[in-house]
């Protein structure tokens, strides 16, 4: 076929568009890059490995150590009653010192939650006693040649979770893996994609993960289990900013977190929460805002923070939160800090993480591919967590 006869000069636009190379970089410009810090590092602190699909986990702490007292009580009142059920807690010669007053007193005999006692114990004498006042047990003090005491028991609890499947699969022509591309060749391309999406799914069950099970989901009819995160087991320290986070609000929060488990406490922030810290003018221990970033548990954090708690607190900024709303306590003004020694990756034994290729019907022209994961986490003493939100 002839071709278009042209004069004068030819331009770019003058020449077939099939000719002109075309300037691509191989370059793949990511809108969102990985930052799935809290998968890295559970994977990092180790792992053991479930054998079932719901894993269980015993927790225990040690025996009660406060009783609350009901009404008000007169100077001369020998008669206490506690809190119901907190009568189990105490028993005969137990010492108990009043919190606000300071008077000791000394237990006689316990009915129910009702003690007999002696006031006055120590060299702080009796005073009235208010409702709800807040009593430390400091100890028992037999007497010469005692009966044995009465065995009190504090019975363990039972934390679990299900595993969860996950699978991410992506699909092509067989054609389509032949041609030439820019920025390489499918299906690997797409492998790298997907390795990342499959990544932050577990990301997110890891925080906003949901705890369940069904016996018989459709359409198969088969048992189907979902993971929950650290929001579905932190219930005791949940504390709503409602507004710009302020450093009295947050020390306090820190407090309470830091009142259980142990050191090892890490912030993961959505932007809104951190953005809030980057503009506290504070003194005193609360003036160590560290921005250098130093590794930790393998994962390079953003800054670190500390306060009256006296400890320096790894923050780690989830960026991809900032795409979260923050009205109406959206994800975008969440924070958790979790206590890393009381949190466990918990994948199914020979069902971690694997790419399975060739997944395509068999005399299909195609190629499929997926990685799948079964796994879960163990989230244990909640009150060793804590989950801040309602920042704006």
């Not at 007292?69 to 009142?77: H, R």
């Not at 030439?180 to 069950?205: D, M, S, V």
């Not at 221990?285 to 930790?296: A, H, L, T």
């Not at 958790?336 to 466990?344: A, G, V």
Request: proline share 5%.
């Amino acid at each position: 076929m002839a071709g278009t006869i042209n004069t004068g000069n030819i331009g770019t636009e003058e020449t077939l568009p099939d000719e002109r190379v075309v300037d691509m970089s191989d370059k793949l410009n990511q809108l969102d890059p990985e930052e799935t810090q809290f998968t890295t590092m559970t994977s990092r602190l180790g792992s053991s490995v479930a054998t079932r699909e719901k894993v269980n986990w015993l927790e225990e702490e040690d025996f009660p150590r406060t009783v609350t007292n009901v009404g008000a009580q007169l100077v001369g009142d020998t008669a206490l009653t506690l809190t119901a059920g907190q009568g189990k807690i105490v028993q005969a010669n137990d010492l108990l010192r009043n919190m606000r007053t300071g008077e000791g007193i000394r237990i006689s005999t316990v009915t129910g939650d009702v003690l007999v006692i002696a006031r006055g114990i120590g060299t702080i004498a009796a005073a009235a006693i208010n409702a709800s006042d807040v009593w430390l047990v400091t100890a028992d003090a037999q007497p010469q040649g005692s009966n044995f005491p009465t065995p009190r028991y504090l019975a363990r609890v039972l934390g679990y979770n299900y595993t969860q499947i996950t699978r991410t699969p992506w699909g092509m022509t067989g054609t389509m893996t032949s041609i030439e591309l820019y920025g390489g060749r499918e299906p690997q391309k797409e492998a790298r994609r997907k390795a990342r999406e499959h990544k932050k799914k577990w990301e997110t069950i890891g925080f906003f993960g949901m705890r369940s099970f069904i016996a018989a989901a459709p359409p198969e009819n088969e048992p189907q289990g979902t993971a929950g995160g650290a929001i579905e087991y932190i219930q005791t320290i949940r504390r709503d900013a409602n507004g710009p986070l302020t450093p009295d609000f947050f020390d306090l929060f820190a407090q309470d977190t830091f009142a259980h488990g142990t050191e090892n406490k890490v912030l993961f922030a959505a932007p809104a929460v951190v953005a809030s810290m980057s503009k506290w003018n504070r003194s005193g221990m609360g003036s160590q805002w560290e921005p250098n970033p130093q590794n930790v548990h393998g994962v390079k954090v953003d800054a670190f923070i500390s306060g009256a708690y006296g400890y320096r607190i790894p923050v780690v900024v989830k960026r991809e939160w900032a795409s979260f709303p923050t009205a109406n306590k959206g994800y975008g003004g969440y924070a958790f800090l979790l206590d890393m020694s009381n949190i466990e990756r918990r994948p199914l034994r020979d069902r971690d993480t694997k790419l399975l290729t060739n997944q395509q019907p068999a005399g299909k022209d195609a190629y499929n591919a997926e990685y799948i994961t079964e796994a879960t986490y163990e989230f244990a003493h909640e009150r060793t967590h804590g989950l801040l939100f309602g920042c704006t």
